[in-house]
């Protein structure tokens, strides 16, 4: 048993179970978090069973802003801290209705704010750990497609640059993750390019490697680096006027 | 929609798949319209997990509880077999029941009731089943057992998925000392002898025989009897011994696309099947060798049901009583033959008793054969229904993608009392397979 612990913060999603996964099999101690607790425990017993893990499961709501420093009291110091909830929302509903809008900027980018903040307290007293952000690549540029989620993300995405900024001189890492396409439930239904898309597992796989490396900045596929850097080098005037 | 289609490759439909995660997420999806039918790995032959609409178990299989002392296991419904040999054979447990792959779900288990290679003294899969929880049409959970909605329960096991959507189940496993077989395989000339030899070998834990459609004469039906038992930790060689609930894993062979359709014909399958007899080369051999190429040979090769090539494959599987099976046995055979309808895998088996409610098994030989879908196919199988028929045997659902209504209800004691359960829990036909329409269970 590794004595290394690991907390997923939305370890129900697609991708934090595949990370738990992962880190199980590297032996780390595994701390599950997510809004429903109730939907964690099978995955603690079924890790406990299939890895013979430690896991512990702690409910965690991402907009209870309030909530998160007994939360991190409640759970301890991890030695890496993984930050996987995100919401997508419905982009024409955001523009109808303003609580769809507040509630996909608040998940994605104050709730993830307000929880690494308590994180990356407690790891500056222990004065080591690593911090990873499951960005998107949706933050490098905003389309009228999904803006209200891209701003969000673009907020995170800046926000983990400068706390990776800050965190250097305490001797912690911080990863920012831009997955493009994954298959999952949240993008069930859509009709993704193969190419592009990335399974669960193939992102937690990249994740654990990327965050052992101290790598910065990670896009799974590769591919997405060159296509982000052609949606980023259109001229704006070309840009507003593409349906993106 | 995507084309999906049971492990024969036959028949295929246009279908979209539901996954759920969580028992909300599967009450949510039953709360649709949509007539659907629960759908494990897919490793049923025909089309009993087949609709234009399924609900796949894949995503929910997390297992639950582990009582390593009383070697009892709960898990969610797709789990597989695969997975949970993983997890207890390194513990010292076993599967009280396996069929000849390990790539199936828990779920599929029940609905399909399962049985294996020790049918004959230790039954088939429910057998060792405690408890399950199952999602009915209107949406409610319930939990069966032996004693609890015993109806429900007993038409469940066997009942192909038409009561509901199995969401976990509770069951028994069997103490093991190694993760070893120790096996014999005995040669029988001809049909007579490998019938015997079923008999005097009846005690032994596990047994099945690789049969020779192909041959005539003194030779007809000439067969390798493949016994089997738990290998003691004594009986394992000194290099087992070092870790002896332990295996390496063992690379897979694949195969990569559909073969054309005439790789397989008589002639290679005649020379396959000669060559498979003359590689035991002596009357009766034994080894100590490890479980997974004793229960599931074929798993080593993935996806070897592209070998029977893109209009996929048929398998007949029957069971006729043992009063006078024999000779029912062998007039299906010599239609086999007459016809040049080689079967490249044909496995025969005796069962022991068995009474549940639409269970498959019943005392007597069963008889497992691969046909490739070709022209002529169904109607030379329906031939073979009335010789089955006629000896009071029945046809396994699990394998089957052709067989009439009314063979079913002919073949099946208790068809229509399971039918009425069927109807209570599922009065619109919520739950209904291009099967269960096909057969008029659900049309």
Same mark, same amino acid.
């Not at chain 1, 980023?232 to 993106?244: A, Q, Y």
């Not at chain 2, 590689?279 to 798993?299: C, H, R």
């Not at chain 2, 002529?376 to 329906?382: M, P, Q, S, V």
């Given at each position: 048993?590794?004595? #290394? #612990? ?8 697609? /991708? ?5 996964? /992962? ?8 701390? &599950? ?132 900024? =800050? ?17 999952? #439930? ?16 193939? !992102? ?27 949606? #980023? ?12 | ?10 028949? &295929? ?52 509880? %582990? ?21 207890? /054979? ?85 103490? *093991? ?81 559909? %073969? ?11 020379? %396959? ?32 049901? =592209? ?22 046995? !062998?007039? *299906? ?31 007597? &030989? ?7 879908? =070709? ?10 229904? !009335? ?27 208790? %068809? ?5 359960? /069927? ?14 329409? =096909?057969?008029? *269970?659900?049309?």
């Amino acid at each position: 048993m590794n004595d #290394k #612990k690991v907390l997923i913060l939305g370890a129900t999603s697609d /991708v934090g179970k595949a990370l738990a996964q /992962v880190y199980a099999e590297q032996h780390f101690q595994l701390v &599950l978090a997510a809004r429903n607790v109730k939907d964690l425990e099978p995955i603690k017993s079924d890790f406990e069973i299939r890895n013979e893990a430690k896991v512990e499961i702690a409910e965690f709501e991402a907009t209870d802003y309030s909530s998160h420093p007994a939360f991190i009291d409640k759970v301890g110091t991890p030695d890496i801290c993984i930050c996987v909830f995100g919401y997508l929302g419905d982009q024409t509903e955001a523009e109808n209705n303003w609580d769809e809008a507040k509630s996909i900027m608040s998940i994605n980018y104050i709730g993830a704010a307000s929880i690494l903040e308590e994180v990356a307290k407690k790891m500056t007293d222990k004065k080591t750990g690593t911090i990873v952000g499951i960005s998107s690549v949706a933050g490098e540029r905003g389309r009228q497609s999904n803006y209200f989620y891209g701003s969000s993300k673009a907020g995170f995405t800046a926000y983990l640059s400068g706390l990776r900024n =800050r965190l250097f001189h305490k001797g912690i890492h911080v990863l920012t993750v831009k997955p493009g396409f994954i298959d999952t #439930k949240m993008t069930a239904g859509m009709d993704l390019p193969k190419p592009l898309t990335a399974s669960p597992l193939q !992102v937690a796989k990249a994740i654990a490697k990327a965050a052992r490396k101290k790598k910065n900045t990670i896009y799974v596929l590769s591919m997405w680096r060159l296509i982000m850097y052609i949606i #980023k080098t259109i001229p704006e005037g070309i840009f507003k006027k593409l349906k993106l | 929609m995507k084309k999906i289609s049971g492990w024969g490759n036959y028949p &295929l439909v246009d279908s979209e798949i539901n996954r759920f995660d969580t028992e909300r997420e599967l009450v949510k999806l039953l709360a649709s319209e949509s007539k659907t039918i629960a759908r494990g790995n897919a490793r049923s032959y025909g089309d009993s997990a087949l609709a234009h609409n399924v609900i796949s178990s894949l995503s929910h299989n997390r297992m639950l509880y %582990f009582d390593t002392e009383k070697g009892i296991l709960k898990c969610e419904s797709g789990v597989l077999f695969n997975d949970i040999l993983d997890v207890i /054979v390194p513990k010292g447990w076993f599967l009280p029941v396996t069929p000849g792959t390990k790539f199936i779900t828990v779920g599929g288990a029940i609905a399909s009731d399962v049985h294996g290679k020790n049918h004959h003294g230790e039954g088939s899969f429910s057998n060792y089943l405690d408890e399950f929880e199952i999602a009915c049409a209107d949406g409610s959970i319930k939990i069966c057992s032996p004693s609890n909605e015993q109806e429900l329960y007993q038409a469940t096991c066997g009942g192909m998925g038409l009561t509901g959507v199995i969401l976990n189940a509770t069951f028994r496993l069997k103490k *093991i000392e190694s993760a070893y077989i120790s096996q014999k395989q005995i040669k029988a000339k001809n049909l007579d002898e490998i019938v015997e030899l079923f008999d005097e070998y009846k005690s032994a834990t596990y047994s099945m025989a690789w049969i020779d459609c192909l041959k005539g004469g003194n030779a007809f039906g000439r067969s390798i009897l493949i016994c089997g038992e738990h290998a003691s930790f004594e009986e394992l060689s000194t290099n087992q011994k070092k870790a002896p609930l332990n295996l390496k894993p063992k690379k897979k062979l694949n195969v990569p696309f559909n %073969f054309p359709a005439i790789a397989l014909n008589p002639f290679s399958i005649k020379a %396959f099947n000669a060559l498979y007899y003359a590689k035991n080369y002596k009357k009766v051999m034994e080894g100590v060798i490890p479980y997974e190429p004793f229960f599931y040979p074929l798993d080593a090769i993935n996806n070897w049901n =592209r070998m029977y090539g893109k209009n996929g494959f048929v398998q007949y599987q029957f069971v006729l009583p043992k009063e006078g099976g024999k000779e029912g046995l !062998v007039k *299906i055979l010599k239609k086999i033959r007459s016809k040049g309808m080689g079967s490249f895998l044909a496995v025969l088996k005796a069962f022991g008793e068995q009474n549940d409610l639409i269970a498959f098994p019943m005392e007597g &030989l069963t008889l497992a054969l691969d046909f490739p879908v =070709r022209k002529g196919l169904f109607e030379f199988l329906n031939e073979l229904d !009335v010789i089955v028929l006629e000896y009071g045997g029945r046809i396994y659902l699990t394998k089957d993608a052709r067989m009439d209504g009314q063979t079913l209800a002919q073949s099946y004691p208790n %068809f229509s009392k399971w039918k009425a359960i /069927v109807e209570k829990y599922n009065p619109n036909f919520k739950f209904a397979s291009t099967q269960s329409d =096909r057969l008029n *269970i659900t049309s």
